[in-house]
């Protein structure tokens, strides 16, 4: 009979950042389910998830700094069949749209990285979040993240001016600026802003894997 293998014990360190992963996800995924039900305001919504993804993601980076993997402790901890809501808003194993390759994010090599990309990640999913339920894709909300969105996207390192995703950023910008702060989006733009933000948002984890594959 062949024995199973061992595993080695964990350093109290990496004990102490599973269990701070596993807090921060567990509580994403409640706000989350909150949010779709309708429990809980866009506004402090978006506060809120912006401050658990960049917690995830910093945590994820000195988890791996310690020799752990990120894919080790989804499955050990069973994250995916615990806390479904907050795998599918990190975007963990969901299918990318139709004729594109899902992306994860890339580990990333400082602190200060990892928060910008964050912020980042955190706007493009807020959108997403928003734009599905149509009818609080108020513009007082959209355009906000759109501008923020704009912004970070041009402050981070390596990323031209032109690239695609900062272009289309800033028409649905123009597209929406004008328009009364209370109006929601119509049906068929909250689709397409959807469907436009996941792309977004597999794009932007595609490139910082090949920007950290050329490291």
Same mark, same amino acid.
């Given at each position: /009979?062949? /024995?199973? %293998? #061992?595993?080695?014990?964990? #350093?109290?360190?990496?004990?102490?950042?599973?269990?701070?992963?596993?807090?921060? !996800?567990?509580?994403?995924? &409640?706000?989350?389910?909150?949010?779709? %039900?309708?429990?809980?305001?866009?506004?402090?919504? #978006?506060?809120?998830? #912006?401050?658990?993804?960049?917690?995830?993601?910093?945590?994820?980076?000195?988890? %791996?700094?310690?020799? +752990?993997?990120?894919? +080790?402790?989804?499955?050990?901890?069973?994250?995916?069949?615990? *806390?479904?809501?907050?795998?599918?808003?990190? $975007?963990?194993?969901? $299918?990318?749209?139709?004729?594109? +390759?899902?992306?994860?994010?890339?580990?990333?090599? &400082?602190? $200060? /990285?990892?928060?910008? =990309?964050?912020?980042?990640?955190?706007?493009?999913?807020?959108?997403?979040?928003?734009?599905?339920?149509?009818?609080?894709?108020? /513009? &007082?909300?959209?355009?906000?993240?759109?501008?923020?969105?704009? !912004?970070?996207? =041009?402050?981070?390192?390596?990323?031209?001016?032109?690239?695609?995703?900062?272009?289309?950023?800033?028409? @649905? $910008?123009?597209?929406?600026?004008?328009?009364?702060?209370?109006? =929601?989006?119509?049906?068929?733009?909250?689709?397409?802003?959807? *469907?436009?933000?996941?792309? @977004?948002?597999?794009?932007?984890?595609?490139?910082?894997?090949?920007?950290?594959?050329?490291?």
């Amino acid at each position: /009979m062949a /024995m199973r %293998e #061992k595993k080695r014990p964990k #350093k109290g360190k990496v004990v102490e950042l599973e269990a701070e992963l596993y807090g921060t !996800i567990a509580t994403l995924d &409640s706000i989350s389910e909150k949010f779709d %039900e309708g429990d809980l305001q866009p506004a402090l919504y #978006k506060r809120q998830f #912006k401050s658990l993804v960049s917690d995830t993601i910093k945590t994820r980076q000195l988890l %791996e700094a310690e020799g +752990e993997t990120w894919d +080790e402790f989804i499955e050990e901890e069973k994250i995916t069949e615990r *806390f479904p809501t907050a795998v599918e808003k990190l $975007r963990i194993g969901e $299918r990318a749209p139709e004729g594109e +390759e899902t992306v994860q994010l890339a580990p990333q090599t &400082s602190a $200060r /990285m990892a928060a910008k =990309t964050a912020d980042i990640v955190s706007d493009l999913i807020t959108l997403i979040d928003i734009a599905k339920l149509g009818d609080v894709a108020k /513009m &007082s909300l959209i355009v906000p993240l759109l501008d923020d969105a704009i !912004i970070l996207l =041009t402050k981070y390192p390596n990323f031209p001016p032109d690239y695609w995703i900062l272009v289309a950023l800033k028409d @649905w $910008r123009n597209q929406l600026q004008g328009r009364d702060p209370h109006h =929601t989006l119509i049906p068929e733009e909250a689709k397409q802003l959807e *469907f436009q933000a996941v792309r @977004w948002l597999n794009d932007f984890k595609r490139r910082l894997r090949e920007m950290a594959a050329d490291e």
